[in-house]
């Protein structure tokens, strides 16, 4: 597989609880929670487009364009998310910490192997969107986070139930919508 192209990018948490995210290729966007729906965020950005990403289930993350196109992403962990089917890996600058987090940042996270099983869908039927939707709801109810995945995260990215994935607390960015959902990291990739 050919090595994806990195973009790295950080947030910034606003005073009205919105998140400013500025990517390192110049793209900006602006990201707010919905109320009542902590899986689903909406954005627009500098460039004049706009749209939702909503956290499905199994770490696979839905952009809906304004215009209706939907894309799909995979959260790969440790603050990579791949999209494009693999060809660009998005970088959360800001959500690294911990020994396992300094480590991946001072290999280069591009580095690590992305394999086939990682690849985000090109395409989802209703149906499989809304099986992955009732996986996130039960991963929750059961207090396994709602990333989905084995881990237990509640990302859909890296977090381990909130923090930075290293599990050493750094809880930096919890509850950032002031309505007790905490914010995960990089809020769907």
Do not use: C
């Amino acid at each position: 597989m050919n090595r994806p192209e990195e973009i790295g990018y950080t947030d910034e948490l606003l005073a009205d609880g919105t998140v400013h995210r500025r990517y390192e290729d110049g793209l900006e966007e602006w990201r707010r929670r919905t109320s009542g729906h902590p899986h689903l965020v909406h954005w627009h950005d500098n460039r004049g487009a706009s749209g939702t990403d909503e956290l499905l289930g199994d770490r696979i993350i839905k952009r809906s364009l304004a215009d209706g196109t939907v894309t799909y992403a995979r959260d790969i962990g440790y603050g990579r998310t791949l999209w494009a089917r693999g060809e660009k890996v998005l970088v959360n600058r800001s959500s690294f910490g911990g020994r396992v987090g300094a480590l991946l940042a001072g290999l280069g996270v591009a580095t690590l192997a992305v394999t086939a099983a990682q690849l985000p869908p090109l395409s989802m039927s209703p149906e499989q969107e809304e099986a992955l939707r009732q996986q996130q709801a039960q991963a929750q109810q059961s207090g396994g986070g709602g990333g989905g995945d084995s881990s237990g995260s509640a990302s859909a990215d890296d977090g381990s139930n909130g923090t930075d994935g290293s599990g050493d607390g750094n809880d930096w960015d919890a509850n950032w919508d002031g309505d007790g959902d905490a914010w995960n990291d990089d809020d769907f990739g």
